[in-house]
């Protein structure tokens, strides 16, 4: 008897790989780890009661409507929303352009389908997200990865981007370097891109976690017509939902909409009725601060920690705001090898090399502050700096 498999699989399925990060967390799942590698919201910040009292109105008021197959453009009062609310950030939207997807997830794979050709080029910050490439990769594009500083993408460096689709960046409190482009940097960048008819696709989970001062205003509001933009409300609400948004210049959306209902037909209703229900009276403007506080005690937490243990050799720069530090080794140390040390000392990270679609740097890590308490962090980070220096 031959076992062999009648299935052949796609080029492209050969592109798809398992989310190293994911791996990881299965190790972390282990009892007694602290783990630092999540890239997950903290459940703290869920609201939960606005949440079931939206559901229940939403139930009682539009149950068969909530229910029903629906548009998928999404709702348009949730449109509405995210046009004003985006408006309101200095961009010029509106609502025509605004598609809402199932996750701002779904919004990258759109962007790939629609725009990327098996052998086109497509430019990323280095590091970048790596879910963005996981993205992307399917549509068989050859990456470029963009020279970067603590500032972002440096604008001398764009040139090598040029004749790509477009150039994804990650403008605030970046995943996973956590960094936040200035607005000086925002406008080189943008001037530099135009200069290289460039466009850019523009993802913003993060932007509304700062714990100083906002971000200076979005590189969609200084290219309406180069730039995609993409929203969450996966970090300000719950990711649960799995809602977020796209927001298009006008000649790209058809094509991102049939992208979109050839996908899933439309992002749930449902979701979106009880979200719109939540956030409609400003329950944003009460409920975001809280989960500012509780981040920025977290980084305060990291921020001494790491200073107070980390080895000489080592560099980080402080985020203000979102979710991670990216922490530099000396040269010498490769973090996947040390993950396992780690492990063992009780803490887990993300290794950085995963990030990175050219010229990965082995002596890089992702460190979140957000799941774990400050006590949580200080004996995580004092169990990484002890596996680093056992390793030296
Ligand atoms: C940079 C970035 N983009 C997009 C996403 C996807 O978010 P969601 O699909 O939950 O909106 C994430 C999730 O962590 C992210 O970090």
Redesign the pocket.
């Known amino acids: 008897m031959t076992s062999r498999t009648p299935w052949q699989l796609a080029q492209r399925a050969h592109r798809m790989n398992p989310s190293i990060i994911r791996e990881i967390l299965k190790v972390t799942e282990q009892p007694g780890i602290i783990s630092l590698a999540g890239?997950l919201p903290s459940p703290d910040g869920f609201p939960v009661d606005a949440m079931r009292e939206a559901t229940a109105r939403v139930l009682r008021d539009t149950p068969r409507e909530a229910l029903q197959y629906a548009s998928s453009e999404g709702l348009p009062a949730l449109r509405e929303w995210v046009a004003a609310m985006l408006r309101g950030h200095g961009q010029q939207v509106d609502a025509a352009q605004v598609l809402i997807t199932t996750?701002?997830?779904?919004g990258?794979d759109l962007v790939g389908k629609v725009l990327v050709d098996p052998g086109s080029r497509v430019a990323v910050e280095s590091p970048t997200?790596l879910?963005?490439l996981q993205a992307f990769a399917p549509y068989e594009p050859v990456f470029t990865a963009v020279d970067c500083d603590d500032d972002g993408p440096l604008p001398d460096a764009l040139h090598t981007a040029e004749g790509a689709r477009f150039l994804y960046l990650?403008p605030n409190f970046q995943?996973p370097s956590g960094r936040c482009m200035s607005e000086a940097r925002r406008a080189a960048v943008v001037a530099r891109a135009q200069a290289l008819n460039l466009p850019l696709v523009e993802?913003n989970?993060y932007g509304d976690l700062w714990f100083d001062a906002p971000p200076p205003p979005p590189l969609a509001a200084r290219w309406t017509d180069g730039t995609v933009y993409l929203g969450?409300f996966?970090k300000v609400l719950a990711?649960g939902l799995?809602l977020?948004y796209v927001v298009a210049p006008a000649p790209l959306v058809p094509k991102l909409l049939q992208a979109k209902q050839a996908a899933d037909l439309h992002t749930p209703g449902f979701n979106q009725r009880v979200v719109h229900e939540v956030i409609r009276d400003g329950f944003l403007d009460t409920h975001v601060p809280t989960i500012r506080a509780r981040y920025k005690a977290q980084r305060d937490a990291m921020r001494a920690a790491l200073e107070a243990h980390m080895p000489a050799g080592c560099r980080w720069t402080v985020p203000t705001g979102g979710m991670f530090f990216w922490v530099e080794l000396p040269a010498n140390v490769d973090a996947i090898a040390l993950l396992p040390k780690a492990v063992a000392n009780g803490v887990a990270f993300v290794p950085g090399a995963a990030f990175f679609a050219e010229q990965a740097r082995a002596n890089t890590m992702r460190l979140s502050f957000v799941t774990v308490s400050p006590q949580q962090i200080e004996r995580g980070i004092r169990a990484l700096a002890a596996a680093l220096k056992e390793a030296a």
């Open positions: 890239g996750g701002s997830q779904q990258l997200y879910g963005a990650l995943n993802d989970p969450s996966s990711p799995r977020g």
